[in-house]
Protein backbone atom coordinates (compact mmCIF):
# COMPACT_ATOMS: atom_id res chain seq x y z
CA UNK A 1 0.00 0.00 0.00
CA UNK A 2 1.45 3.88 -0.74
CA UNK A 3 1.01 6.12 1.69
CA UNK A 4 2.31 9.98 1.49
CA UNK A 5 3.22 11.79 4.60
CA UNK A 6 3.57 15.55 4.62
CA UNK A 7 5.21 18.12 6.86
CA UNK A 8 6.46 21.06 7.44
CA UNK A 9 2.76 23.22 7.74
CA UNK A 10 2.40 25.84 10.74
CA UNK A 11 1.98 29.47 11.42
CA UNK A 12 3.71 32.46 9.70
CA UNK A 13 3.35 35.66 9.65
CA UNK A 14 2.68 37.40 5.97
CA UNK A 15 5.90 38.38 4.35
CA UNK A 16 7.23 35.19 5.67
CA UNK A 17 8.47 31.14 4.66
CA UNK A 18 8.12 28.07 5.04
CA UNK A 19 8.68 24.87 3.60
CA UNK A 20 6.76 21.48 2.60
CA UNK A 21 8.20 18.15 2.65
CA UNK A 22 6.23 15.31 1.33
CA UNK A 23 7.51 11.48 0.83
CA UNK A 24 5.86 8.53 -0.65
CA UNK A 25 6.42 4.83 0.76
CA UNK A 26 5.12 1.74 -0.36
CA UNK A 27 5.12 -0.63 -3.44
CA UNK A 28 6.25 1.91 -6.13
CA UNK A 29 7.46 1.63 -9.96
CA UNK A 30 7.49 4.69 -10.95
CA UNK A 31 5.95 8.02 -9.85
CA UNK A 32 4.84 9.99 -13.17
CA UNK A 33 4.39 13.08 -11.32
CA UNK A 34 4.25 14.84 -7.78
CA UNK A 35 2.01 17.97 -6.62
CA UNK A 36 1.05 19.95 -4.53
CA UNK A 37 -3.03 21.20 -3.69
CA UNK A 38 -4.55 23.54 -1.23
CA UNK A 39 -8.66 23.43 0.07
CA UNK A 40 -9.71 26.23 2.18
CA UNK A 41 -13.50 26.10 3.72
CA UNK A 42 -16.16 25.95 1.14
CA UNK A 43 -13.55 25.54 -1.95
CA UNK A 44 -12.56 23.08 -3.98
CA UNK A 45 -9.49 21.95 -4.06
CA UNK A 46 -6.77 23.63 -6.25
CA UNK A 47 -3.86 22.86 -7.97
CA UNK A 48 -0.50 24.55 -6.44
CA UNK A 49 2.75 22.95 -8.29
CA UNK A 50 3.05 20.27 -10.07
CA UNK A 51 6.51 18.76 -11.09
CA UNK A 52 6.54 16.14 -13.77
CA UNK A 53 9.17 13.04 -13.77
CA UNK A 54 9.05 13.04 -17.35
CA UNK A 55 9.38 9.87 -20.03
CA UNK A 56 5.43 10.19 -21.18
CA UNK A 57 3.41 12.66 -23.17
CA UNK A 58 4.09 15.16 -20.05
CA UNK A 59 7.57 17.19 -20.39
CA UNK A 60 9.50 17.39 -17.38
CA UNK A 61 9.53 19.76 -15.33
CA UNK A 62 7.55 21.83 -12.86
CA UNK A 63 3.83 23.83 -13.60
CA UNK A 64 2.56 26.21 -11.03
CA UNK A 65 -0.73 28.10 -10.24
CA UNK A 66 -0.39 32.40 -11.39
CA UNK A 67 -1.19 33.10 -7.75
CA UNK A 68 1.96 31.46 -6.37
CA UNK A 69 4.10 31.49 -9.55
CA UNK A 70 7.99 33.92 -8.39
CA UNK A 71 6.97 32.80 -4.74
CA UNK A 72 6.50 29.10 -4.64
CA UNK A 73 9.03 26.65 -5.90
CA UNK A 74 8.29 22.67 -6.23
CA UNK A 75 11.56 20.71 -6.02
CA UNK A 76 11.94 16.41 -6.32
CA UNK A 77 14.46 15.95 -3.51
CA UNK A 78 14.70 12.63 -4.73
CA UNK A 79 12.34 9.99 -6.44
CA UNK A 80 9.70 9.64 -3.73
CA UNK A 81 10.24 13.11 -2.17
CA UNK A 82 8.78 16.44 -3.24
CA UNK A 83 9.36 19.97 -1.12
CA UNK A 84 7.57 22.79 -2.04
CA UNK A 85 9.70 26.15 -0.81
CA UNK A 86 7.19 28.79 -0.21
CA UNK A 87 8.31 32.54 0.19
CA UNK A 88 6.38 36.08 0.87
CA UNK A 89 3.67 34.40 2.31
CA UNK A 90 0.28 36.10 2.50
CA UNK A 91 -3.25 35.30 3.92
CA UNK A 92 -4.76 34.09 0.85
CA UNK A 93 -2.15 31.43 0.60
CA UNK A 94 -3.77 29.88 3.90
CA UNK A 95 -5.51 26.72 3.67
CA UNK A 96 -4.54 22.88 4.07
CA UNK A 97 -1.78 21.32 1.73
CA UNK A 98 -2.08 18.26 0.07
CA UNK A 99 0.37 15.59 -1.69
CA UNK A 100 -0.52 14.37 -4.30
CA UNK A 101 1.18 11.52 -6.15
CA UNK A 102 0.45 9.75 -9.46
CA UNK A 103 2.33 6.65 -9.98
CA UNK A 104 2.21 2.80 -10.76
CA UNK A 105 2.37 0.65 -8.34
CA UNK A 106 1.69 -3.00 -6.87
CA UNK A 107 -1.62 -1.69 -7.01
CA UNK A 108 -1.72 -0.66 -10.84
CA UNK A 109 -1.95 3.38 -12.15
CA UNK A 110 -2.97 5.21 -9.65
CA UNK A 111 -3.24 8.71 -7.67
CA UNK A 112 -2.32 8.88 -3.88
CA UNK A 113 -3.16 11.43 -1.60
CA UNK A 114 -1.60 12.60 2.01
CA UNK A 115 -3.85 13.17 5.10
CA UNK A 116 -2.73 17.52 4.45
CA UNK A 117 -1.09 19.90 6.41
CA UNK A 118 -2.30 22.98 7.76
CA UNK A 119 -0.72 26.37 6.83
CA UNK A 120 -1.86 29.64 8.44
CA UNK A 121 -0.64 32.85 7.50
CA UNK A 122 -1.44 35.88 9.73
CA UNK A 123 -0.03 38.35 12.35
Known amino acids: QVQLVESGGGLVQPGGSLRLSCVASGSIYVIYSMSWYRQVPGKQRELVAVHNTGGTAIPAGANYADSVKGRFTISRDNTHQVSLQMTNLNAEDTGVYYC?????????????WGQGTQVTVSS
Open 100 to 112: NAALRGSEGVRTY
